[in-house]
């Protein structure tokens, strides 16, 4: 018990990270809190689990993960990745799209990719970064994916312009 409270009071002591309230260099994002179906139809068959958003049901749904964005249209990811599971005992193709809102979430930045996940996959990542850009870093970006039976994501993130002292 003592042992215990003395780890509370060492941990309370502990200054706070220096980089609080700062964007840090990555992010990785768990799909739960980060992606939603596209439609309330896809709700009744798509399972969201602490560790994948998975497609449970027998036909192709859609879901759209959401990332971080910082005012005034700055440029400030230099890449986004998002991290796949198939369950399945077949292999399986994910279309996704990245969509960049530019100039205040207006005229968006359409970048497709297809994604072929293996068979019992617990993980295949796909990414942009901005060479998929014209060279642009993203502002907005958001990820919308038609996930085939079995198939889920486990997480999305972003790397960020790191910002110089």
């Not at 919308?144 to 790191?162: D, E, W």
């Amino acid at each position: 018990m003592a042992k215990a409270a003395l780890i509370l009071a060492l941990t309370l002591a502990l200054p706070a990270a220096a980089n609080a309230g700062t964007p840090s260099d990555s992010r990785v994002t768990l799909a739960a809190g980060a992606c939603q179906t596209a439609l309330p139809v896809f709700d009744g068959v798509v399972r969201k689990r602490p560790l994948a958003v998975q497609n449970e049901g027998t036909s192709i749904t859609f879901v759209t993960c959401g990332l971080e964005g910082r005012f005034n249209a700055e440029q400030a990811t230099t890449r986004v990745f998002i991290g796949f599971v198939n369950n399945s005992s077949s292999q399986a193709t994910v279309n996704c799209t990245l969509v960049d809102g530019r100039d205040s979430i207006s005229d968006p930045v359409y970048m497709p990719k297809t994604v072929l996940l293996g068979a019992n996959t617990p993980m295949t990542e796909a990414a942009w970064t901005s060479v998929d850009n014209e060279g642009d870093n993203f502002i907005y970006p958001a990820i919308s994916c038609s996930l085939p039976p079995g198939t889920g994501i486990k997480a999305v993130g972003q790397r960020f312009v790191t910002a110089t002292p």
